[in-house]
């Protein structure tokens, strides 16, 4: 899982830079790489949020699992 969150913190940063690099496009008034930044910015924020969602998601169903397996002990006893 350590490997996943980095890229998701990567591609977290760099859309973040991305943007960044959007606003200062657009204040010289560079409106073409102004587009392609904040294109490739939302590709790579998109890319984060569903590493993010994927992640959440696998979490809650190994907690799903773990209450099922402690339900089965309990009644066992």
Same mark, same amino acid.
């Given at each position: 899982m350590g490997d996943e969150s980095r890229v998701i913190r990567w591609s977290l940063g760099i859309g973040l830079g991305l943007f960044g690099v959007v606003v200062f +496009?657009?204040?010289f008034d560079l409106?073409?790489? %102004? =587009?392609i930044a904040g294109l490739l910015g939302l590709l790579a924020l &998109?890319? +984060? &949020?569903? &590493?993010? *969602?994927?992640? +959440?998601a696998? #979490?809650?169903? *190994? $907690? #799903? $699992?773990? %209450?099922? =397996?402690?339900?089965? $002990?309990e009644q066992g006893r």
């Open positions: +496009a657009k204040s409106i073409t790489v %102004a =587009v &998109g890319f +984060a &949020g569903y &590493g993010a *969602l994927d992640q +959440a696998e #979490r809650a169903n *190994l $907690r #799903r $699992r773990a %209450a099922k =397996v402690q339900r089965e $002990r």
